[in-house]
């Protein structure tokens, strides 16, 4: 049976079971045409062009797809970069010395910090619940075969691991029991224990001389999140005592007990802006009033990077559109083919009392259950990948429930927008000319 005569055969029926309600036939066509009769339709008309309307709808399968890796790859690389911002220590504070505003200072006197700088900041910012001061030198060693390698020495208070939130790969981090008898430990980097020795397990309790002084290796370190020589921290990093430093080494104890840098760690990350400023007020107050002191956090580049991660994300969304216009596209080019195919059905509807909101309603209702469809198969696919990784591996991607939302919506709404072209083309048609249509 041809697809006209088909069509033809199925309204008759229908127009029939509606004439026995009693009811007259043009009135209850124009009053009573109830929506499940016209998904009723549409359906029909989906069975008989199956492959022409499953290829439609892939389009809107794919699109609504990506939409959902889209954001889900956006999510997950915003993640994956505030972790790591927030490894180096998210609620870390570094104060050091820039420099003083007239001749003086700018020419030897230096106004550097000092340990009794950090003890009145514990003292006097609430809220602070760490923290180290950091003095600095740099050192060459003998290793194999008589060679030597430039070192940067860095003398620290055992919190310095909390602070900046290191990871222990082999032994310990020397403690408040060696800081305070001066133990001579050290804790080196992972990639100088790997360069020396062989391995980080290998260089436990090796000895080392550091200006001219024997240390014992009692642990490796890394940091948490790669910093690529941006932190204090180099390949070749030996971490010591600052109570040692300072006692052993005369260039630590030449004025005051002078530091380059002093960290801080704040309890809670929404406290860390107050306490940032806290800090600078009460490290300014110690000095002269033209010194001029760096005290910052990690709090700006994780909102800037949290920017970043945002807009890639929109950026690669307006892509993902940009697939569902395309498969809108689709769906109109297929109904205006189906407006084309079914005009003598439209003609035989619109003889018997069907209104042009009756079509037009129809074939709005087709593109919108096609582009719905495919949205719905779409979001289930684009859902299938995040939660298949989560449960097949131990990566934790997140997954976004208002994406899904989104994805539906758009699918309907590129529905009704592509298919109210041809909806209203087919219910412009004239009814005469229609029913002549061959």
Do not use: C
């Not at 909390?162 to 001579?184: H, P, W, Y």
């Not at 000895?207 to 642990?219: C, R, V």
Request: no cysteine; hydrophobic share 45%.
């Amino acid at each position: 049976m041809a697809l006209a005569q088909f069509q033809e055969a199925t309204l008759a029926i229908r127009t029939y079971n509606i004439t026995m309600t009693g009811r007259p036939l043009v009135e209850t066509a124009r009053n009573t045409m109830l929506f499940s009769e016209i998904v009723s339709i549409a359906i029909d008309s989906f069975r008989s062009s199956k492959m022409r309307f499953i290829l439609t709808a892939v389009g809107m399968v794919i699109g609504t797809a990506v939409l959902i890796w889209v954001v889900t790859i956006g999510l997950a690389g915003k993640q994956y970069a505030l972790n790591q911002i927030q490894s180096i220590g998210a609620n870390m504070v570094v104060a050091y010395w820039e420099g003083g505003g007239n001749a003086t200072v700018t020419t030897g006197a230096r106004d550097d910090l000092t340990v009794d700088d950090m003890k009145a900041v514990r003292e006097l910012v609430p809220g602070i619940h760490a923290a180290s001061p950091m003095w600095e030198s740099h050192d060459r060693i003998a290793v194999g075969d008589g060679k030597e390698r430039d070192i940067l020495v860095l003398g620290v208070d055992p919190q310095y691991a909390t602070v900046r939130n290191l990871e222990i790969l082999a032994g310990r981090f020397f403690d408040d029991l060696d800081s305070m008898s001066r133990e001579k430990a050290a804790v080196v980097s992972q990639k100088f224990a790997q360069r020396v020795y062989g391995g980080q397990d290998v260089a436990k309790d090796k000895s080392i001389k550091i200006k001219g002084l024997p240390f014992t290796i009692i642990g490796t370190f890394r940091e948490r999140a790669e910093t690529f020589g941006q932190s204090e921290i180099a390949d070749d990093t030996i971490l010591i005592p600052y109570t040692v430093a300072q006692s052993d080494f005369s260039e630590a104890n030449q004025v005051n007990n002078r530091v380059k840098q002093i960290f801080f760690s704040v309890s809670e990350a929404g406290e860390v802006p107050q306490a940032t400023e806290q800090i600078r007020q009460v490290i300014q107050s110690r000095h002269r009033p033209e010194s001029v002191y760096h005290v910052d956090n990690l709090a700006q580049l994780l909102q800037v990077t949290a920017r970043i991660a945002n807009g890639l994300t929109l950026m690669l969304l307006a892509i993902a559109l940009l697939v569902l216009v395309v498969s809108g596209v689709g769906i109109m080019n297929i109904m205006l083919a189906s407006v084309r195919t079914r005009i003598r059905e439209i003609g035989i509807r619109k003889a018997i009392g069907a209104t042009r909101r009756e079509i037009r309603l129809q074939f709005l209702t087709e593109a919108v259950l096609i582009s719905l469809g495919g949205g719905i198969v779409g979001t289930i696919l684009g859902l299938a990948v995040p939660f298949s990784i989560r449960f097949f591996t131990e990566y934790r991607i997140p997954i976004s429930g208002l994406s899904a939302i989104i994805a539906i919506t758009v699918a309907s709404l590129v529905g009704v927008i592509f298919g109210t072209v041809p909806a209203t083309r087919a219910a412009q048609l004239d009814p005469v000319e229609a029913l002549h249509y061959e």
